[in-house]
């Protein structure tokens, strides 16, 4: 039977994974990881989801992953998360540089100690023009790569590969998602910025789908 640990974030998509995998009865917990990231708040509302859905719960420090990752906008203090459209010029400077590769890795590890047999994150298509770690042929290699990382084959599951944020979204409300309880904004304030390439993104993908934004915008 699979039983699946789910590299959890506290954003939007990664929570509707959450919901998916609980009601599939395959969840086998959740792991997040303190990278440095500006936006960290969104580990808060991972740790309550996961309290809530009675889901065991590994919040990693890794804070020290800072020195390496450069001037991407998420972790350098020094440079400013972008306020404009969600376009792949301008939300180089979100790239944090081989992300996903660490996060599935530590993931691996711990799926390995805690007897499970898949590992699930949330990629999307909307990402796939910015973000190379979540492209098809970047999870058709990470899948290659855990299917020999251990003395039993692990199962990459990446189920939203080829969906929106809209269509995840939909996905969500049919599961009973609260969406107030997920996290997006890259510039980690009180409340969701609303200028943000990713707050942008996600105010439009809610029209899109036809579901109510419970989203708290600091600049509707």
Same mark, same amino acid.
């Given at each position: 039977?699979?039983? =699946?640990?789910?590299?959890?974030?506290?954003?939007?998509?990664?929570?509707?994974?959450?919901? /998916?995998?609980?009601?599939?009865?395959?969840?086998?917990?959740?792991?997040?990881?303190?990278?440095? !990231?500006?936006?960290?708040?969104?580990?808060?509302?991972?740790?309550?989801?996961?309290? /809530?859905?009675?889901?065991?719960?590994?919040?990693?420090?890794?804070?020290?992953?800072?020195?390496?990752?450069?001037?991407?906008?998420?972790?350098?203090?020094?440079?400013?998360?972008?306020? =404009?459209?969600?376009?792949?010029?301008?939300?180089?400077?979100?790239?944090?540089?081989?992300?996903?590769?660490?996060?599935?890795?530590? =993931?691996?590890?711990?799926?390995?100690?805690? /007897?499970?047999?898949?590992?699930?994150?949330?990629?999307?298509?909307?990402?796939?023009?910015?973000?190379?770690?979540?492209?098809?042929?970047?999870?058709?290699?990470?899948?290659? =790569?855990?299917?020999?990382?251990?003395?039993?084959?692990?199962?990459?599951?990446?189920?939203?590969?080829?969906?929106?944020?809209? !269509?995840?979204?939909?996905?969500?409300?049919?599961?009973?998602?609260?969406?107030?309880?997920?996290?997006?904004?890259?510039?980690?304030?009180?409340?969701?910025?609303?200028?943000?390439?990713?707050?942008?993104?996600?105010?439009?993908?809610?029209?899109?789908?036809?579901?109510?934004?419970?989203?708290?915008?600091?600049?509707?």
């Amino acid at each position: 039977m699979k039983k =699946a640990l789910l590299v959890y974030s506290g954003g939007l998509d990664s929570t509707v994974l959450l919901y /998916k995998l609980k009601s599939e009865g395959i969840l086998g917990g959740a792991i997040s990881v303190n990278y440095s !990231q500006k936006h960290s708040k969104e580990l808060f509302f991972a740790r309550k989801n996961c309290e /809530k859905l009675g889901v065991d719960f590994l919040e990693v420090d890794l804070r020290c992953l800072r020195d390496i990752f450069g001037n991407s906008s998420l972790v350098d203090n020094k440079t400013n998360v972008p306020a =404009a459209m969600y376009e792949e010029t301008v939300m180089h400077s979100t790239v944090v540089p081989n992300r996903n590769m660490i996060l599935l890795s530590i =993931a691996a590890a711990r799926a390995i100690s805690a /007897k499970c047999n898949c590992i699930a994150y949330a990629a999307h298509s909307g990402d796939h023009a910015i973000y190379p770690d979540c492209r098809p042929e970047f999870v058709n290699a990470m899948a290659g =790569a855990l299917k020999v990382c251990d003395y039993t084959p692990i199962e990459l599951y990446a189920p939203f590969v080829n969906l929106s944020k809209a !269509q995840i979204i939909a996905e969500g409300a049919k599961l009973g998602v609260d969406f107030s309880m997920t996290w997006s904004c890259y510039r980690g304030g009180e409340s969701h910025c609303g200028v943000c390439p990713t707050c942008v993104e996600r105010k439009e993908s809610f029209k899109i789908a036809g579901v109510p934004d419970p989203t708290v915008y600091s600049n509707p």
